[in-house]
């Protein structure tokens, strides 16, 4: 039988396609969320888990871009640095049961719990007086990019020894930046919309990471 599986795509075109399922899946979390009570704080962490997951999985041909870094630290931002981090955890290791996990699943939860956490600690100056700060936000979420991939780097002293780390984060430079620059590519697409969502959900403006992970 011939069918749609026996159709190969060219690179471009499963790009396309990723991307056309994303917005799909974006538009219909948008919706349920529009059914959602003022108190439904953690579903709406949930609807932003699935999208975050599904980002990074549908634009896993393109290297190192996704969503998940910006989400997690606007999640810093708008909800403290707990929840922002049950969120990276549970982001890393449900996208990774599809993309591949391992060791370095560690390595990522943590480097985006404290891409989070720095969410949460500048809150004030990201979203001073209830409105986001975009130009700021897509500077920190650059370096962000940096600070997230040199934490995963140090993954590779498991396997090489501590004097050939700085050779190997300098190769991965170039990947470096191109998380750098999706990041700003989703701060200039995501900002807004996700701030305007998060804001009807957050207990609080302006958490404070530290104060918000000793207390719950």
Do not use: C
């Not at 795509?9 to 399922?21: G, R, W």
């Not at 190997?168 to 900002?191: E, K, M, Q, R, T």
């Not at 919309?193 to 998060?198: S, V």
């Amino acid at each position: 039988m011939i069918d749609a599986h026996m159709v190969t795509l060219s690179p471009m075109a499963m790009l396309v396609l990723n991307t056309s399922l994303l917005v799909m899946i974006g538009w219909a979390l948008w919706r349920a969320e529009q059914n959602l009570t003022p108190h439904s704080d953690w579903l709406a962490l949930a609807l932003l888990g699935i999208f975050a997951v599904s980002g990074r999985v549908l634009l896993d041909p393109i290297p190192n871009i996704q969503p998940v870094t910006v989400i997690v630290l606007l999640t810093g931002i708008h909800f403290g640095a707990s929840r922002s981090v049950a969120l990276a955890a549970t982001v890393a290791l449900a996208s990774n049961m599809i993309l591949g996990h391992g060791l370095w699943t560690f390595y990522q939860a943590a480097g985006w719990s404290a891409v989070g956490i720095v969410g949460a600690l500048l809150s004030s100056r990201l979203y001073p007086n209830g409105t986001i700060a975009t130009t700021k936000l897509a500077a920190t979420s650059a370096v962000a990019a940096l600070a997230f991939d040199w934490i995963v780097s140090l993954s590779a002293l498991h396997t090489l020894s501590p004097e050939l780390l700085p050779m190997y984060i300098v190769s991965g430079i170039p990947f470096d930046l191109l998380h750098a620059a999706g990041n700003v590519a989703f701060v200039a697409w995501l900002a807004v919309p996700l701030t305007d969502l998060m804001s009807r959900y957050a207990q609080s403006p302006s958490p404070s990471a530290l104060s918000d992970l000793a207390t719950r």
